[in-house]
């Protein structure tokens, strides 16, 4: 996603069609939608503030981090027939020392599994 319009739909919609997750470091928001007209099924969006990762390098390599782990788990979820539109948010600081890459690319990957896996019983069921 690239426009901030995008972002603000997603992010407050409420109802049935909304998937909200949550994990250590992260939280999903998705949009479940009708066909996509630009032929798009899913859409990625990123965002990490500065109240949680105050360099710039650090907002940049989290965001690096995620975009991987949703383009390695895009194939995976596309099977399950669903058009989405998803944001990844960082919901805390990040640690000083440490190697939190890890970590946060773990957390990325479970949380997009439970997301495929509540799609796939939401299409089943429809």
Same mark, same amino acid.
Not at 11 to 37: C, D, F, H, N
Not at 43 to 50: A, M
Not at 52 to 68: F, Q, Y
């Given at each position: 996603?690239?426009?901030? !319009?995008?972002?603000? @739909?997603?992010?407050?919609? %409420?109802?049935?069609?909304?998937? %909200?997750?949550?994990?250590?470091?992260?939280?999903?928001?998705?949009?479940?939608?009708? /066909?996509?007209?630009?032929?798009?099924?899913? #859409?990625?969006?990123?965002?990490?503030?500065? !109240?949680? !990762?105050?360099?710039?390098?650090?907002?940049?390599? @989290?965001?690096?981090?995620? #975009?991987?782990?949703?383009?390695?788990?895009?194939?995976?979820?596309?099977?399950?027939?669903?058009?989405?539109? @998803?944001?990844? #948010?960082?919901?805390?600081?990040?640690?000083?020392?440490?190697?939190?890459?890890? /970590?946060?690319?773990?957390?990325?990957?479970?949380?997009?599994? %439970?997301?495929?896996?509540?799609?796939?019983?939401?299409?089943?069921? !429809?």
């Amino acid at each position: 996603m690239i426009k901030s !319009a995008s972002y603000g @739909v997603v992010l407050s919609s %409420r109802g049935p069609k909304t998937v %909200r997750l949550s994990s250590r470091w992260l939280t999903l928001t998705a949009l479940l939608k009708p /066909e996509s007209e630009t032929g798009e099924r899913l #859409r990625f969006g990123f965002t990490v503030g500065k !109240a949680n !990762a105050h360099r710039g390098v650090d907002r940049v390599l @989290v965001k690096r981090i995620l #975009r991987e782990s949703a383009r390695l788990s895009k194939p995976a979820l596309a099977q399950s027939n669903v058009c989405a539109d @998803v944001v990844l #948010r960082l919901k805390c600081r990040l640690p000083k020392l440490g190697s939190f890459k890890q /970590e946060l690319r773990q957390d990325c990957d479970e949380l997009l599994l %439970r997301f495929g896996g509540i799609v796939k019983k939401a299409v089943q069921d !429809a």
